[in-house]
């Protein structure tokens, strides 16, 4: 059946004598059968209206029309009365919220429903749903069990998905990725699927060069520091940082910005094995630099460590790296909210706008360098766990900064605590939130004033 939406507003005026004056508050939808054509009477009351309210109040509409079966909608957005940005974020929630994981399962919902709306606003559904795809193609990532995703299958995966774009895709194995990417190769060899390292590049103009450094732990046992406690099903999402990186070179080249992005990716299982990497081990990078293996679980600022070295190698000016780092940051700031540290300045205010415009919330963290200390090692230049259990997710930043030259421009972000959703409603399904993608497509467009 085709349903009509209709936008109620602040005065209430038009309001059937069916409605009453709650149904026009925001987010409010109230499906009425007039001679069996149905409207979806949507409430837009509000002083302020936030981008996530709106990309929300998309994915709802949608789940509602799904509800009562109706395969479209027309939408009369000039009755929206809402700016071209608010628009573009109502398509992106409503292609967001059709988001589905069901590859494994027999009966899944059928969410296909059709819009209908004036043609003049197809530039804004493209813009939707293209930052719509991006970051379905990280929660997909995400979401795939371990055994699937593999470190071999992933780099098939991403040479498959950049086939025929402007995207090259470089993989490393064998002795090439054990001389390049030391670490990542120690912290794979427990593992039965060898670790690979995957490098993206996107040339495509832009002022500077911007490497992006995403942590792959394809699945996290904690390796001989085996992790306890039941919630380790979730170790399969420890490549979320990853994931955050390929969705968004893959909505960089979708939207042709003009940039210059290099990624790389340490793609590896950490698993206990005859072969696995012990506490004790001392790892050598390809600086000289030592490290010393105190925990086999803290495995990702180690392979973040070969990523951050190569991106300085190749000369990027900016260099971000992401990672489902500590359970740390999710102690400091809850589930909500992303940690994010610089080697320069970077305001609060900052922080809330790439926030506001991503939908992907990051709060500043502090690099604290008395606490680089905690990192002694008595046989290494540093260890890789701090010995204080205070203030882990500084610490291991603090770890990442060692292998940071002052002259690059360094953002490190911590996204332990929100590579699932808060809260599964809105546009959140259960399984991945796809976290981080839209956060450093903003970035990156912060980085080079688009
Ligand atoms: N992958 C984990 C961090 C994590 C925790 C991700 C919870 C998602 C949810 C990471 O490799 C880890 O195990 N970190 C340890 C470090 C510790 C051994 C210093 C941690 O945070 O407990
Ligand atoms: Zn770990
Ligand atoms: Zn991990």
Redesign the pocket.
Do not use: I, P
């Given at each position: 059946m085709q349903a009509k939406i209709h936008f109620l507003h602040k005065d209430g005026k038009e309001l059937p004598s069916s409605l009453k004056k709650q149904h026009i508050d925001f987010g409010k939808i109230t499906i009425r059968y007039y001679q069996e054509s149905p409207i979806l009477f949507v409430g837009l009351a509000t002083e302020k209206r936030e981008l996530e309210a709106v990309k929300h109040l998309a994915a709802n509409i949608r789940r509602a029309a799904v509800k009562e079966g109706f395969i479209g909608l027309d939408l009369p957005l000039d009755q929206f009365q809402a700016s071209d940005e608010e628009i573009g974020a109502f398509f992106e929630g409503w292609y967001l919220a059709g988001y589905q994981f069901n590859k494994y399962k027999k009966n899944s919902t059928n969410m296909k429903v059709e819009l209908n709306y004036h043609p003049d606003y197809q530039p804004l559904d493209q813009l939707g749903k293209t930052v719509a795809e991006a970051v379905a193609t990280a929660r997909d990532l995400c979401n795939e069990p371990a055994r699937v995703l593999t470190p071999s299958h992933y780099a098939d995966r991403l040479v498959q998905m950049f086939r025929a774009t402007k995207v090259e895709v470089k993989i490393f194995s064998g002795e090439e990725l054990q001389k390049h990417f030391p670490a990542t190769n120690r912290v794979g060899e427990g593992s039965a699927h060898s670790p690979r390292v995957a490098i993206l590049t996107l040339a495509n103009g832009g002022s500077q060069s911007i490497g992006l450094v995403g942590k792959g732990?394809t699945f996290?046992t904690?390796g001989i520091?085996l992790?306890t406690g039941s919630d380790i099903v979730?170790?399969k999402?420890?490549m979320g940082g990853s994931a955050a990186v390929v969705g968004a070179v893959k909505l960089a080249a979708d939207l042709d910005l003009p940039v210059n992005v290099t990624a790389i990716l340490p793609l590896t299982e950490?698993i206990p094995g005859s072969r696995a990497y012990l506490p004790s081990d001392v790892i050598v990078y390809k600086d000289g630099t030592t490290v010393e293996v105190g925990?086999t679980?803290?495995?990702?600022r180690l392979i973040l460590a070969d990523g951050l070295l190569y991106a300085q190698s190749i000369g990027a000016d900016v260099i971000i790296d992401i990672a489902?780092?500590?359970?740390?940051i999710?102690n400091a700031l809850g589930l909500k909210v992303a940690g994010i540290f610089c080697n320069q300045s970077l305001s609060i205010e900052t922080c809330q706008e790439i926030s506001r415009k991503s939908g992907d919330s990051i709060w500043p963290m502090p690099l604290v360098d008395d606490y680089a200390s905690l990192l002694a090692s008595p046989t290494a230049d540093l260890k890789n766990?701090?010995k204080s259990p205070y203030g882990?997710a500084v610490i291991?930043a603090e770890f990442l900064k060692h292998f940071i030259s002052p002259k690059h421009k360094w953002y490190h972000i911590d996204m332990?605590?929100t590579?699932t959703p808060f809260e599964e409603n809105g546009y959140y399904s259960k399984g991945a939130a796809g976290f981080g993608v839209r956060l450093l497509a903003e970035l990156i467009k912060q980085e080079e004033g688009i």
């Open positions: 732990v996290d904690g520091s992790k979730d170790m999402m420890d950490n925990n679980d803290a495995e990702g489902t780092l500590t359970g740390s999710g766990v701090g882990g291991a332990a605590n590579v």
